[in-house]
């Protein structure tokens, strides 16, 4: 069966991309077969995974307009068993056409995905930072949601919200949505923020929590420069380490 997850934090820069990428290559290092999906108009996922998104004529957006068969964007990448389905700016025009005359603005994403999920052992959907028209069609499409928490001032506040929003997309259009997992992400044990931040997450959500943590770590930000996966460009770094044990904890689940 085939396994859809989001990854969802409406607060930016908290690790939704880097933890897509790294998720994704490390769940195609076990063998699993992914896709991932790149929801976010500013195209980061797809620069992640090495594409020239300016180079980029048929993304996303055509499929979620019907404009393209999907199997003709989804496209290869540097990582054996892991395709993507590439994104870019013009995808920020979605909201504002939905007003013109698409039919189900909310399943765009889940329609144009049945006929091909059954090719994959994992989706996995990179969100923008918003809970916009394009978030709402991923959580739609999933079967649960990972969301990255940056152990920082405000976390919390993201986290309630985030989960609000989960309630309301549970009480609307996919009464089945599960929460996959907090997920604590650049963490540096050095902070004493970063600690109690952690450990509140923890206390909360104890069951919800990945035991897995992300690291700050300097080879995270140095392969997405390159455009490969840490578990590619560094497979031995704390950050590699720290995906493959999440991939772990995701795959315990099977
Ligand atoms: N574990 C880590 N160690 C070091 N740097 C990291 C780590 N995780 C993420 N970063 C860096 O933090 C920044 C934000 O990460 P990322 O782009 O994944 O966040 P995001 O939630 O996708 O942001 P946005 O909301 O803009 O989409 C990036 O520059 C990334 O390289
Ligand atoms: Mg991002």
Do not use: W
Request: net charge negative; proline share 4%.
């Amino acid at each position: 069966m085939t396994k859809i997850i989001s990854i969802a934090n409406q607060k930016g820069g908290v690790g939704k991309t880097i933890t897509s990428i790294n998720l994704s290559a490390a769940l195609a290092h076990f063998n699993r077969k992914i896709l991932l999906i790149d929801m976010d108009p500013q195209g980061d996922s797809s620069k992640g995974l090495g594409l020239d998104i300016a180079l980029c004529d048929k993304t996303v957006f055509d499929v979620l307009l019907k404009k393209e068969n999907i199997n003709d964007v989804i496209q290869n990448t540097v990582v054996d068993n892991l395709d993507l389905l590439p994104a870019k700016l013009v995808l920020t025009t979605l909201d504002s056409l939905m007003t013109l005359n698409v039919e189900s603005p909310y399943t765009m994403l889940k329609d144009a995905i049945g006929d091909i999920k059954k090719k994959y052992d994992y989706i996995i959907i990179d969100c923008p930072p918003s809970l916009g028209l394009l978030t709402i069609n991923s959580l739609v499409a999933s079967n649960s949601v990972l969301i990255p928490v940056q152990c920082e001032y405000f976390a919390m506040d993201a986290v309630t919200q985030m989960l609000a929003n989960i309630s309301k997309i549970q009480a609307s259009f996919n009464k089945d949505l599960g929460i996959e997992g907090f997920l604590l992400t650049m963490y540096d044990s050095k902070t004493t923020l970063g600690n109690e931040v952690c450990m509140q997450i923890r206390g909360l959500f104890k069951e919800n929590t990945f035991l897995t943590q992300v690291p700050r770590n300097i080879s995270i930000p140095e392969s997405n420069v390159k455009g490969v996966p840490v578990t590619v460009y560094r497979p031995t770094s704390s950050g590699a380490t720290a995906y493959l044990s999440l991939a772990r904890e995701i795959m315990d689940k099977e």
